[in-house]
């Protein structure tokens, strides 16, 4: 059964600081990575990494991939309050259409 | 566009009725799938779809039945509600990307069973 847990559950911290969200995950015949954010309502996708594609950056966020050790984080410079959101990881495995998710991150940014 | 589209946003229902709940995009996409989202919990599948008339089990089936007549259309029927059920239904669709993990989430409908 595929496996999904991110660390810390929750986070305070201030705009301005960096902050790290990790996810560490089990996977039969891993194919990728996702993380997605979460405000009030729907989830949105931020980024996909896979085999091919272990970094990613857009903006202020950036998330690499260690497929050896099996964990991804999440890097968020400068914080902003409309950072302020669920951060949702998700593993997909090869010859499957399903993504298992973790139990997310709840990240306050406070000014 | 308007993206993928959910009916009703709020619904409570009593122990044992039915209901459907909607779900459509006008994306064209081909993989659609249905989340239910509990507190401190993460998202988890119950069923999707890779195209018309193909549908298969997520991770938490029971209770619920879809169909998928068109590319556009996506309904979650649930069979005889339980108090179980309660939750946030989201629908998602993607487009052919690596798995159709890329995926589009509708705004969500909460369900409350008493």
């Known amino acids: 059964e595929d496996k999904v847990v991110q660390s810390p559950l929750s986070l305070v911290v201030h705009e301005g600081d960096t902050v790290t969200l990790n996810c560490s995950y089990e996977v039969t015949n891993f194919r990728s990575l996702l993380w997605y954010k979460q405000e009030k309502k729907a989830p949105t996708f931020l980024f996909m990494l896979?085999?091919?594609?272990i970094e990613k950056k857009s903006g202020r966020l950036s998330s690499i991939l260690d497929k050896k050790e099996l964990f991804s984080i999440l890097n968020i410079t400068a914080t902003q309050t409309g950072d302020s959101a669920v951060y949702l990881c998700a593993v997909g495995g090869a010859g499957s259409y399903q993504l298992t998710f973790g139990k997310g991150t709840k990240l306050s940014v406070i000014p | 566009n308007a993206g993928v589209t959910q009916t009703p946003k709020f619904q409570v229902l009593k122990t044992g009725q039915s209901m459907t709940l909607q779900c459509a995009q006008d994306?064209?996409?081909?993989?659609m799938s249905w989340y239910r989202q509990d507190p401190g919990m993460g998202l988890r599948l119950i069923h999707y779809?890779?195209?018309?008339?193909?549908?298969d089990q997520g991770e938490v089936p029971n209770g619920y039945n879809v169909s998928r007549s068109t590319t556009e259309d996506f309904p979650l029927r649930l069979l005889s509600a339980a108090p179980s059920q309660t939750s946030v239904y989201f629908c998602?669709?993607?487009?052919?990307?690596?798995?159709?993990?890329?995926?589009?989430f509708g705004p969500g409908t909460r369900l409350t069973v008493t």
């Open positions: 896979t085999s091919s594609g």
């Open positions: 994306m064209n996409h081909e993989y």
């Open positions: 998602a669709s993607s487009p052919p990307s690596e798995g159709y993990y890329e995926q589009y």
């Open positions: 779809s890779v195209g018309a008339g193909i549908t």
